[in-house]
């Protein structure tokens, strides 16, 4: 959420940001700003006549103290109607202070100044492309027919036990999504990440915290009976740690890292494109979580792409970053980077991570600040990244690693999954 105040001093920056996501309602801002106005005006109005009514109390004990009870009451009678004036200012201010913040809340973060505008995903900026594509055989089977070849995933049972996107993974399949966990794991507290397990349900002050709601709810499973929501990411409840929390500015920065299932509705995903593990409403993945100073996060961002971006160099994954255009970035992103690697059975992109800065849009809602060395508190900026999400991990090594022989491992992994093939 943005700061009221960064809005009222910087309204045209605001305006020319919010222009590079290609915002519908900058109609808002200045809603915004109205509505702040009359919020500080009655808040003065309520202050000045507590102020008053305060005195007058103070000289109304002075002159029950002096016996002079006639004076007192006439002092009375005439603050009676101040009382009456100040609860109608109080009721005023918390009608106005719920409407601004219910505007607050429809405006999305702003763009960092090297995102390009654009409104598709087409147009989202190549940062870099990284290794070759391999080049299978002309009968090279995507991942849904390998699964089925092999024995490691399946589809259908998923479907009796829960519905489309809840697959089963079976024997050596179960060991490598275990082992990519494992793998992941250690290589993010080899970065100095502490791990977490966290919590699979959050309730609704935890999603409003991250962002997911308002702005996500219908694609969030929402436990109705107890007003808790099925996590969509360790994101949530990972920062979420730090709600309410004021840091010290050498506790900086802190780096939490956590393995979770994550459920998501995706609701309208129809088509071939979704086929297989290219799009499930359960999936597992690691996190990484970091709470930065302001003055370091973009530095923080660069190198999370980097750890994210190891990952993939280790498994041997042919990979290309993107910078997201302001059409095609999350809604309290202030920059993010999208990690696609290369399904050569497929022969299209897949996206593995998305790495993103928040700035303070995540630690205004959750209050999550710093005390700096002269004592100053100030909100903290707030990183995340996949490190990596899995299904299309788990398709991409299946597709890419297919011989005639059967499937190789990647190396980085032999030693936790404890065999080089799969047969």
Same mark, same amino acid.
């Given at each position: 959420?943005?700061?009221?105040?960064?809005?009222?001093?910087?309204?045209?920056?605001?305006?020319?940001?919010?222009?590079?996501?290609?915002?519908?309602?900058?109609?808002?801002?200045?809603?915004?700003?109205?509505?702040?106005?009359?919020?500080?005006?009655?808040?003065?109005?309520?202050?000045?006549?507590?102020?008053?009514?305060?005195?007058?109390?103070?000289?109304?004990?002075?002159?029950?103290?002096?016996?002079?009870?006639?004076?007192?009451?006439?002092?009375?009678?005439?603050?009676?109607?101040?009382?009456?004036?100040?609860?109608?200012?109080?009721?005023?201010?918390?009608?106005?202070?719920?409407?601004?913040?219910?505007?607050?809340?429809?405006?999305?973060?702003?763009?960092?100044?090297?995102?390009?505008?654009?409104?598709?995903?087409?147009?989202?900026?190549?940062?870099?492309?990284?290794?070759?594509?391999?080049?299978?055989?002309?009968?090279?089977?995507?991942?849904?027919?390998?699964?089925?070849?092999?024995?490691?995933?399946?589809?259908?049972?998923?479907?009796?036990?829960?519905?489309?996107?809840?697959?089963?993974?079976?024997?050596?399949?179960?060991?490598?999504?275990?082992?990519?966990?494992?793998?992941?794991?250690?290589?993010?507290?080899?970065?100095?990440?502490?791990?977490?397990?966290?919590?699979?349900?959050?309730?609704?002050?935890?999603?409003?915290?991250?962002?997911?709601?308002?702005?996500?709810?219908?694609?969030?499973?929402?436990?109705?009976?107890?007003?808790?929501?099925?996590?969509?990411?360790?994101?949530?409840?990972?920062?979420?740690?730090?709600?309410?929390?004021?840091?010290?500015?050498?506790?900086?920065?802190?780096?939490?890292?956590?393995?979770?299932?994550?459920?998501?509705?995706?609701?309208?995903?129809?088509?071939?494109?979704?086929?297989?593990?290219?799009?499930?409403?359960?999936?597992?993945?690691? @996190?990484?979580? $970091?709470?930065?100073?302001?003055? !370091?996060?973009? =530095? +923080? #961002?660069?190198?999370?792409?980097?750890?994210?971006?190891?990952?993939?160099?280790?498994?041997?994954?042919?990979?290309?970053?993107?910078?997201?255009?302001?059409?095609?970035?999350?809604?309290?992103?202030?920059?993010?980077?999208?990690?696609?690697?290369?399904?050569?059975?497929?022969?299209?992109?897949?996206?593995?991570?998305?790495?993103?800065?928040?700035?303070?849009?995540?630690?205004?809602?959750?209050?999550?600040?710093?005390?700096?060395?002269?004592?100053?508190?100030?909100?903290?900026?707030?990183?995340?990244?996949?490190?990596?999400?899995?299904?299309?991990?788990?398709?991409?090594?299946? @597709?890419?690693? $297919?011989?005639?022989?059967?499937? !190789?491992?990647? =190396? +980085? #992994?032999?030693?936790?999954?404890?065999?080089?093939?799969?047969?």
């Amino acid at each position: 959420m943005l700061q009221v105040s960064y809005i009222r001093e910087n309204k045209e920056q605001v305006l020319e940001r919010l222009s590079v996501r290609n915002f519908s309602q900058p109609e808002l801002v200045d809603e915004i700003i109205s509505l702040d106005e009359k919020r500080r005006s009655t808040q003065s109005k309520g202050d000045a006549l507590q102020a008053e009514a305060n005195a007058a109390a103070k000289q109304i004990g002075e002159l029950m103290k002096q016996g002079k009870k006639e004076d007192a009451e006439a002092i009375k009678s005439k603050t009676a109607s101040s009382k009456e004036e100040i609860k109608k200012l109080h009721d005023e201010l918390a009608v106005i202070e719920q409407e601004l913040h219910q505007k607050l809340v429809q405006l999305p973060n702003l763009p960092h100044s090297s995102v390009p505008k654009g409104k598709t995903p087409e147009e989202n900026e190549v940062v870099l492309t990284f290794g070759e594509a391999p080049n299978l055989a002309e009968n090279a089977l995507p991942h849904w027919d390998l699964a089925a070849k092999y024995d490691l995933i399946d589809f259908e049972l998923g479907v009796k036990i829960t519905g489309a996107g809840f697959p089963v993974y079976k024997g050596k399949g179960a060991k490598l999504q275990r082992a990519l966990i494992n793998y992941f794991l250690a290589e993010a507290e080899k970065a100095g990440y502490e791990e977490m397990m966290l919590p699979h349900l959050v309730n609704e002050a935890s999603g409003f915290g991250t962002g997911q709601l308002p702005d996500k709810e219908g694609q969030m499973y929402h436990v109705g009976i107890d007003h808790l929501y099925l996590i969509p990411t360790a994101e949530v409840p990972i920062t979420n740690l730090y709600r309410d929390v004021i840091l010290k500015e050498d506790q900086l920065p802190v780096k939490n890292c956590g393995y979770t299932p994550c459920f998501r509705r995706e609701a309208g995903s129809y088509g071939a494109h979704v086929r297989g593990l290219n799009r499930l409403h359960q999936f597992d993945k690691v @996190e990484i979580v $970091q709470v930065v100073h302001p003055d !370091k996060s973009y =530095d +923080v #961002l660069e190198q999370m792409s980097l750890h994210v971006q190891s990952l993939l160099q280790n498994l041997g994954l042919h990979y290309r970053v993107l910078r997201l255009c302001g059409g095609d970035m999350g809604f309290t992103s202030a920059l993010t980077y999208d990690m696609e690697v290369w399904s050569a059975a497929q022969q299209r992109w897949l996206e593995v991570s998305s790495v993103s800065n928040f700035e303070t849009y995540q630690s205004n809602r959750l209050k999550l600040r710093f005390k700096g060395s002269e004592g100053k508190t100030q909100l903290a900026h707030t990183l995340n990244g996949s490190a990596l999400a899995l299904p299309r991990i788990v398709a991409s090594i299946l @597709e890419n690693y $297919q011989t005639p022989e059967g499937i !190789k491992i990647p =190396d +980085v #992994l032999v030693p936790y999954t404890g065999f080089d093939m799969i047969k």
